[in-house]
């Protein structure tokens, strides 16, 4: 069970880490699914809080098959997942 120590805000840009849980998100932001933004996803080809392959899946068919890119793998789980 977790418990809140110090409650507050959630405010923009700010984290959370929640060991052991797999989030039903995607990694993928409204922003990024707007075409300016997925050509901007495309020039940098990172994606950040992978958590399954699906998730990368999801990221190939925004941007297509003209660029590279790299998962940023953050979490036992995620390894576990992604079988790396």
Same mark, same amino acid.
């Given at each position: 069970m977790a418990c809140v120590v110090i409650g507050g805000v959630i405010r923009d840009h700010k984290g959370a880490s929640l060991p052991g849980a797999l989030l039903k998100i995607s990694p993928l932001t409204k922003k990024d %699914?707007?075409? %300016?933004?997925?050509?901007?996803?495309?020039?940098?080809g990172l994606l950040s809080f992978v958590q399954? =392959?699906?998730?990368?899946? *999801?990221? %190939?068919?925004?941007?297509? *098959?003209?660029?590279?890119?790299?998962?940023?793998?953050?979490? =036992?789980?995620?390894?576990?997942r992604i079988g790396i």
């Open positions: %699914r707007v075409l %300016r933004s997925a050509s901007s996803l495309a020039s940098t399954k =392959p699906s998730d990368l899946v *999801e990221a %190939r068919a925004l941007i297509g *098959e003209a660029a590279g890119g790299v998962a940023k793998i953050e979490t =036992p789980m995620a390894l576990d």
